[in-house]
């Protein structure tokens, strides 16, 4: 179904944020495309059903199913955020912009936001002495009237026909949205496309009657009635994000809800599980002996997604890696392994990175995760306000990125998986994944054998996933030396562990089909990293057991995705931090979706430009009586001129106004010669040496104008310079500026106070 909304007068749509002068932001991106948040959507819709309800004295579980029950009941409508048209075409043009060199003057998100965006200011008034109260005036940007936003809105199972016509009736009644909606502000139009309801009478029609439940009829007819050991593969998967998600990790701070920058296994293992349950219709899922032998009895190994771009999934880097805080280093990085941290000034790398082999080393390429942070509120909507205590921020992964990561079970089992699921599907992951957040799309790839690690001592074992061991009384153990026996135990053999880079991390996870959190554990985090070598040296034991522990994992909880280690080559005395430059393209791209907006905010810099420019003409003579136009052109004939622009509409009428400076009004005396005899006004402009340069009247901007550096972005965008619309106005803006900044300079030196 497809979602739109028109402003039909100025909406403030707040991000909970100021900026200078600006009290109060507008939402937007980080190329300056404004959009309004989904869950802002989601809210005004549930009320405006709620009070559809209302009116006609329906039930509200109508609702509930629509929307969910905060808490309780996940409802079967999801909401995406709603952009601009073209946003998405928009915003890559945008990009190239902003990073190429040759043009990154075009665009930024100020001028971006201002094309879509005005100001408003207001202030509170003291009810008693009805003047405006000290320190109260506020500053707030509002977007413009008729500015269109659409979303797609999505289901995870049908709609009935009573659902589908609350659904366009809240949408009919929607009306405003936004800040200050009660006090003229946010006034909008809503619509729904694509839901099979026609007009309100057809909807009143659905609303009356009653319906049984629908239910899925896909079932599986075959289950595999009993697993066989065989060989035990790997089955990737994708999850493309359509929207930002939020993987909520644990802080401080109430107000702020940090994510995680990978999706663990628990998460993704929650999502297969729900998957199995809705395909095949399992009303009591624990009862069905492939539910039961796939997700309950852990067969399947659910990995940890970690982000993936261009093919090549990243890991969490080794702990072991560290940055170098010397600018004046002779190189980037430094393996503490090898060269101790006290030598120099360093500290973790950090983050997602590919470990490749160079010529002069290990290649180090990391990624950066794009994350987002979005204000949020819940407002009453009796009162209008927000609730006590409801403000709250949330980090995000910015939709657009790949999390890619593996399944691991036998050959007969994930193919059986495959044929439940499918090869993709739309998922749902993480806080608020029934509006704005958590859309995305999980894709599987093609089962494959397990990698054998390639083993030169000593070895370097990496912390993938998070590893939880426990020690011989069960309780959580993160010592070298519990590492070093769960290693044993699964080798047969005797081992050291040389050297360690390690951190701890504690967690624990929210079961939402249980709403009870999983057990408190201790673990190692990732990135945490291992030298272990075998006292007697490699053998086929040694190797057939880290093979396992590959395969399998390590510790406790591995079908959820924890215990994930990975094997790396451990000489990293040489690397090097791989710096990527973009190759920028010097033609010039020529925007097709941006095109108009470009054009728009090109002109408004070209008139901003030739302000300046008139600006300076009357200051390049000085700002003094010495200034032969300060000195001839009073505040009377600078109000006359400005006058004339005002009222001109082409550069002809502009030139019969001047005309009207050689003769009074009343004024039908000529010379001898029978021209116009000149008057005192026009003398005073041809002393200032002017006159020539007004009757000319654009010629001086445009010529200015095609010197400007900025001349090649208007080529760019085939503006045309021979127009006498653009001509004209930009003209005026010239003399406007020229002759408004004589008014204020006369004023300054103590003239005629003048209205500027």
Known sequence: ???????????????????????????????????????????????????????????????????????????????????????????????????????????????????????????????????????????????????????????????????????????????????????????????????????????????????????????????????????TMRLKYTIKTDSPLVISKKNGD????????????????????????????????????????????????????????????????????????????????????????????????????????GDDGKIITSISISKDVQFHNTRDRETGHNVDGSLFYYESLEAGQDFSGFIVSTEDELRVLQEVLGDKFRVSIGKSSSSQYGNARLVFGEMEDIPEPELEEPILLVVASPVILHNDFGFPDTSADRLCREIEQITKCKINIERVAINIEDFDNYVGIWKINNEREIAFAPGSSFIVSKASGVDINFLNGLKKILRDGLGERVAEGFGKLRILGSDFSEAFLRKKEEDLDSNPVIPEHSLQMLEEIMLEEMSSFAAHRGFLKLISRGKNENNPYLANITNHLAGRILAFLSSSTCKGDFVKELKKLYKKDDDTKKAANGELKPKKAANSLEKAGIMNDLKAFDEPVINEIKQWQRARDIDMLKIDLASEEIKFDLAKSYWTAFFRFVRILHKRDGGDRVEL
């Open 1 to 231: 179904m497809r979602f739109a909304i028109t402003t039909l007068s100025y909406t403030a749509i707040g991000s909970g944020e100021g900026a200078g002068i600006i009290d109060t932001e507008l939402v937007a991106h980080a190329d300056g495309l404004p959009y309004i948040p989904a869950k802002r959507i989601k809210g005004v819709l549930l009320e405006s059903a709620t009070e559809v309800t209302e009116m006609l004295g329906i039930e509200k579980t109508l609702v509930d199913s629509l929307f969910g029950v905060a808490g309780v009941s996940k409802g079967k409508v999801w909401i995406g955020n709603l952009e601009v048209k073209n946003h998405e075409e928009i915003s890559r043009e945008l990009k190239y912009f902003n990073s190429n060199k040759l043009f990154k003057g075009l665009t930024n998100k100020e001028k971006i936001l201002s094309h879509f965006s005005d100001t408003r200011q207001n202030t509170s008034i003291d009810l008693e002495t009805e003047v405006a109260k000290e320190h109260t005036l506020r500053t707030f940007r509002v977007l413009k009237p008729g500015i269109v936003f659409k979303a797609t809105i999505e289901v995870d199972s049908p709609l009935t026909e009573a659902e589908k016509a609350l659904l366009y009736l809240a949408c009919l009644n929607l009306q405003k949205i936004g800040l200050k909606r009660n006090r003229g502000f946010g006034k909008v139009k809503a619509s729904i496309k694509g839901i099979d309801v026609k007009d309100i009478d057809q909807a009143l029609e659905f609303l009356k009657k009653t319906h049984a439940k629908e239910n899925p009829t896909k079932r599986a007819n075959e289950r595999l009635g009993a697993f066989k050991d065989g060989k």
């Open 254 to 357: 109430q107000s702020m809800i940090d994510s995680l920058e990978m999706l663990p296994g628990t998460t993704v293992r929650g999502i297969i599980a729900d998957r199995m349950i809705r395909s095949l219709d399992l009303a009591e899922a624990h009862n069905d002996e492939l539910f039961f032998e796939l997700i309950l009895n852990g067969r399947l190994r659910v990995e940890t997604a970690f982000p993936e771009k261009d093919g090549e999934i990243y890991y969490p880097t080794p702990m072991n890696i560290h940055k170098i805080k010397d600018y004046n280093a002779s190189k980037d990085l430094v393996d503490i392994f090898e060269e101790p941290s006290g030598m120099v000034k360093s500290k973790p790398l950090g983050g997602f990175s590919m470990i490749t082999d």
